[in-house]
């Protein structure tokens, strides 16, 4: 598990309670840091009476039941969780909302993963999403521990959305377009995962309200709630919100290569992975850079059903390319997925499933790459060498023979003295005694002396003595 | 000499103007335009005094002891008339008095008898009540509670002297003398009925005078003394428009069928049972400070069905709210020359 | 002369809002940035003069809701000669959820800071008799936690700053109980709020603000001793509001009023008490509404 970050927050709590200097919604207890600006918008953005969506449940999940994320006049950012805090202190009946904010520099949002819930979650574990009723005015700064490996939930979000819906939604948040998603419930992880489908650095531009009802005092980019009797719906028209109708099929377009690719990831319930690879520091997530990096993902995703010839290939395409942002990252990403894969076929492969491809793999080891190929080859050599030592020692020695000037010589020598022992470990009694003697003879112009050569070519002497032709 | 019930004889008070109620004088009465009532000469016979003061029930009370006074048995026979005149016969009967606030159907009820008594056809007037505090009652401690006694330095009129909180110079206008007598708190009701010697009614005796629920009857309640509809030319709410209080003999065709009248509008009443009442779970919902029940809507009660027979609410003891009067009355068995009684 | 009763409407494709004056699409209900419903706008065009707008202030609490449902509800029965006309649907919200509650015995629900969730009345009103002067007015019911974020931080919701800009009256309404039972809360929100509308009305720094405002002492039921003398009560216990009013209004006035004729206490879940209006009893609501409009 990875070691916690530590975020450094003002804070401010906005709630509803009677005091000597009145009563009502208002912020009844702050950091010192907090500035008059982010105040006034904290005021106007926090929800009020009965805004939130749901009854409180118990359950150890029952603290986290709204959430909502923007960015404030200073430039810093506001993460927000509200919850009910009982009855409505006049008793006129509904519920207290209260609602907790953290405050933090934009620079720091790398440092959470670009996941706002990661910061909430942290709020949970120091205690800051139990309703405080009677704290003293000025509130202390707060360290909050961030764990960026929690990989957020899937369980309502393919009840909530199906896959056309989903592209549709990420793509209207790339348009810059704000977006009612109404749900019946699961709306914080429905947020996050929706979240996780943008490339991180992007999120802070997508303010969004999770479990809250709309207002237009309150419009953030996003926004996910029950929309109860349509009630937010009735409003719409003629309204720059889009307003998603889950009921409604939607004509899937051709989706562009990096909705499908994080598509895939919703569909397969891979939150973790798509999650580490969408929060990388991005700098260029414009259209043509995340089809870029889209397709980048497809090919990685797709690499287990790959044939081995098209993933040289593909290596041989990415393996010197060179660029800025992540894309390198990502590169090395989809090599060493493919490295693995062709390590793993390889590993218990046949012949006759090795020999339409062998070639091509030694002269990738030979002419782009070796230090890719070496495992590879090794590991078909000694899965081969079981099956048939005599023509895996052949192979071996066009390896050898033609070595490429930037390899690894330990390693190449390694290779060699590996194949012979194997080689003459495992070469049966009844070897073809020409083959046996043509091998040893190539042997020798590489490896004179060598004790598994010597040992075959004693086999040689011996073997051929019925028709053998004496040097 | 028997009291007619069921009788719908118009009073012969003051008659409406122009076809209209006439509209509160309160509405244009600033203090240049008061007219208080004038000074009475008070009789100096005791027997005559007490006549004078309206204090019938306390006669007849001694009514052995007036009976030996010279002039006594005439003064006697008079006041027997008067309170005749004045109060009504409410037969026995069944109320089921809701003991939650919104009284919602099927939430509990109590059921309780109701004995006959006498009620007063009217509310106290102002020139009624005026008699009382000429008599000094705010100051005869003996008909006031111990637990009030601190207070009745606060039972002051707007200039100070003792009498209902409207008054001035302890004088009413005298423009609303046949008015219902308002401003007054439960107190200063308790101590006007104990003066004349009767009582207050108690909350369920009210009702059984606004509904008529009779023993013997179908099991009907009247919603109104006059029927089960609301009329809003039988009785003074907001609705009516008159705006204030209107004299207590007016709207005869909204009377109880025993002609006791305004039991529904122009002021609230006090009876003399605490105001008890919970919520819908069970919770007690009490006042700042103790609470009596008022009955029968005022002038400005704005809902109707808050001016029906059965509604409860109720009114801190020491509220003098200028929508708030009272009527008296008496148990039967103190009015023993009635026949049936 | 008798008038066309149709109007053609200028062909555009955005209309502003009465408000705040965004401009949102013709089909648009609600104003996007104000979230006040653009029939009011509507209606407005149909008519052949500006509406009125007069506003309900107070702190949170203090009875707006109450108040200005209770007073379009009498001003919808002709009370006082007057005759009121809703102007679409929504107008008749408030007034519903209002009578509603206190008929039930319930005060109405809080009136939530979100400002698409306010209430909006526009009434045609008029005296009903030949010849009286039509007003058409605006009356929003905002709530109290957003007049006081406004006022303690101007711009936070920029909607009650044009509001207050636009209104061609106010009626403040001050808690008449607590400032009986010795609170200076009332005198200072008050304070702050006359103080804010001088600063967001006044045209010149130096002449006295011509907007009439109407001081209510609302929960007056609790003090009865305003009724008699609401300028001598002001006077003694909002004297903060009296001297400001005094110096820097033209045309302002003391009321008192109330709703409930007596209140119960019980208590929820939470340990909250609960008032009950045990009776309704409304005693000065169309006093300062006729005042103010006196003086438009």
């Known amino acids: 598990m990875t070691p916690a970050e530590t975020l450094h927050c003002d804070q401010a709590i906005f709630t509803s309670v009677r005091g000597p200097m009145g009563e009502g919604y208002r912020i009844i207890a702050a950091s010192r840091g907090m500035r008059s600006d982010e105040k006034q918008a904290i005021t106007r953005l926090s929800p009020s009476h009965e805004a ?130 109404p749900v019946r419930d699961g709306w914080l992880e429905s947020t996050e995962l929706l979240l996780m489908g943008l490339p991180g650095p992007m999120r802070v531009k997508v303010s969004f ?28 028209a003629g309204q720059p919100v889009e307003y998603l109708d889950p009921a ?113 793999l030694v002269a990738f080891w030979r002419l782009t790459d070796a230090a890719f190929a070496q495992p590879l080859l090794e590991a078909g050599l000694r899965s081969l060498v079981r099956e048939d030592p005599l023509a895996t020692a052949e192979a071996a020695i066009d390896v050898v023979s033609h070595t490429p000037a930037l390899i690894d010589r330990d390693r190449h020598e390694k290779l060699i003295d590996e194949v012979l022992n194997l080689m003459s ?25 060598h004790p598994a050569l010597q040992k075959l070519l004693n086999r040689c002497s011996v073997a051929p003595t019925a028709n053998s032709t004496s040097r | 000499m028997t009291l007619r019930l069921f009788t719908r004889k118009k009073a012969g008070h003051q008659a409406r103007r122009n076809g209209r109620v006439p509209v509160h004088p309160s509405l244009e009465t600033q203090s240049a335009k008061y007219q208080p009532a004038p000074y009475e000469s008070v009789e100096d016979d005791k027997i005559k005094r007490n006549f004078q003061q309206g204090r019938f029930a306390m006669i007849l009370r ?136 009767q009582r207050l009614p108690s909350e369920v005796e009210w009702e059984m005078a606004a509904s008529w629920h009779l023993n013997n009857s179908t ?80 002038f400005d009660t704005y809902f109707e069905a808050q001016a029906t027979s059965h509604f409860r609410t109720g009114q801190i003891a020491l509220a003098r709210a200028q929508n708030t009067g009272f009527r008296c009355a008496m148990d039967l068995s103190e009015a023993s020359w009635i026949n049936g009684s | 002369m ?72 009498m001003l919808s029965k002709r009370a006082e000669d007057f005759e009121a006309v809703p102007k679409g649907a929504y107008s008749v919200n408030l007034q519903h959820t209002v009578i509603s509650y ?58 009650i700053r044009s509001l207050l800009e636009k209104s061609a009256g106010a009626i403040l309404l001050v808690d008449g109980a607590l400032a009986a039972a010795g609170s200076p809360q009332p005198d200072f929100f008050a304070l702050k709020l006359m103080t804010y509308l001088d600063g967001v009305m006044a045209s010149k720094r130096m002449s006295r603000l011509d907007t009439p405002v109407a001081v209510v002492l609302s929960k007056a039921d609790y003090c009865p001793a305003c009724f008699d003398d609401p300028r001598g009560f002001a006077q003694t216990n909002l004297n903060r509001l009296w001297n400001l009013c005094e110096s820097r209004f033209a045309h302002f006035e003391f009321f008192a009023a109330t709703v409930v004729g007596a209140l119960g206490y019980g208590s929820d879940e939470s340990r909250n008490v609960v008032p009950y209006p045990l009776h309704i009893a409304p005693r000065g609501i169309l006093e300062p509404f006729e005042w103010v409009l006196s003086k438009l």
């Open chain 1, 248 to 360: 409604v099929t939607l004509t899937d377009g051709s989706p562009t290569a990096w909705l499908t690719f994080v598509d895939s990831h919703w569909s397969r319930a891979d939150c973790a992975v798509l999650a580490r690879r969408t929060s990388r520091p991005f700098t260029d997530f414009s259209n043509a850079a995340r089809e870029r990096i889209g397709k980048l993902y497809i090919a990685i995703n797709a690499v287990p059903l790959t044939a081995s010839l098209e993933l040289l290939s593909l290596a041989a395409k990415h393996i010197r390319a060179r660029s800025a942002d992540v894309d390198d990252e990502i590169r090395r990403e989809l090599l060493a997925e493919t490295q693995r894969t062709l390590l793993e076929r390889l590993t218990n492969i046949h012949w006759c499933d090795a020999q339409p491809f062998w070639s091509r």
């Open chain 1, 209 to 236: 309200g999770a479990g809250l009802r709309f207002s237009f005092g309150r419009c953030h980019r996003l926004h996910l709630f029950c929309d109860k009797k349509g009630a937010a719906r009735s409003r719409m």
């Open chain 1, 425 to 449: 470990a495992d070469l049966p009694g009844n070897a073809a005694p020409d083959r046996l003697t043509r091998l040893c003879s190539r042997w020798q112009s590489i490896r004179p002396g």
């Open chain 2, 219 to 298: 099991d009907m309640m009247r919603r109104f003394p006059w029927g089960d509809a609301m009329d809003k030319k039988r009785c003074n709410i907001w609705s009516s428009r008159a705006g204030g209080t209107i004299p207590v003999g007016e709207y005869s065709h909204g009377a109880a069928p025993n002609h006791v009248l305004q039991l529904v509008g122009n002021v609230w009443e006090w009876t003399d049972t605490e105001f008890a009442v919970t919520d819908d779970y069970g919770g007690p919902v009490v006042g700042e400070m103790p609470m009596y029940v008022v009955r029968g809507g005022a």
């Open chain 3, 2 to 73: 008798t008038r066309m009763a149709t109007i053609t409407l200028p062909k555009k494709t955005t209309l502003p809002c009465l408000i705040c004056e965004t401009q949102n699409q013709l089909e648009t209900l609600v104003c996007s940035t104000c979230g006040a419903p653009m029939a009011l706008i509507h209606e407005a065009l149909l008519l052949d003069r500006d509406p009125c707008i007069v506003t309900v202030v107070g702190d949170s609490n203090v009875g707006k809701t109450v108040y200005l449902g209770m007073l379009l509800d």
């Open chain 3, 102 to 159: 206190l008929s039930n015995r319930q005060f109405p629900p809080k009136t939530a800071m979100e400002i698409d969730d306010w209430h909006w009345a526009y009434y045609q009103v008029a005296r009903r008799k030949f010849g009286a002067k039509i007003y058409d007015l605006v009356m929003p019911d905002m709530a109290g936690e957003a007049i006081a974020a406004e006022v303690a931080n101007p711009k936070t919701f920029t909607v």
């Open chain 1, 52 to 181: 939130l969506c749901w009854q409180p449940a118990a359950g150890p999940d029952a603290s986290l039941y709204a959430a909502a994320f923007y960015p404030l006049p200073t430039g810093r950012l506001c993460v927000a969780y509200s919850c009910y805090a009982g009855a409505e202190h006049t008793a006129r009946g509904g519920h207290r909302v209260y609602t907790h904010n953290v405050v933090f520099d934009e620079q720091e949002f790398p440092r959470c993963g670009f996941n706002p819930f990661h910061v909430i979650r942290a709020m949970a574990v120091v205690g800051l999403t139990v309703p405080k009723l009677t704290p003293s005015a000025v509130l202390p700064e707060v360290l909050l521990p961030i764990k960026t490996d929690v990989a957020p939930r899937m369980d309502s979000f393919a009840k909530a959305l199906d896959s056309p819906h989903r592209r549709y939604v990420l793509q209207l948040l790339f348009d810059e377009r704000t977006i009612i998603v």
């Open chain 2, 62 to 197: 001694d009514e052995q002891k007036w009976g030996a006074y010279s002039g006594g048995g005439e003064v006697i026979g008079n006041a027997k008339r008067e309170l005749e005149q004045r109060m009504a016969l409410v037969p026995a009967g069944t109320i089921a008095i809701a003991q939650t606030l919104s009284a919602a159907p099927g939430s509990a009820e109590e059921e309780i008898a109701v004995e006959p008594f006498l009620l007063d056809v009217h509310t106290v007037t102002h020139a009624r009540y005026q008699k009382f505090v000429d008599a000094g009652g705010y100051d005869a401690l003996e008909y006031w509670p111990e637990e009030i006694w601190p207070h009745l330095i606060e039972l002051k009129d707007l200039t100070g002297q003792p009498g209902p909180r409207l008054w001035r110079q302890a004088r009413h206008d005298s423009r609303l003398a046949d008015h219902p007598v308002v401003g007054v708190s439960w107190y200063e009701a308790q101590a006007y009925a104990l003066w004349i010697g």
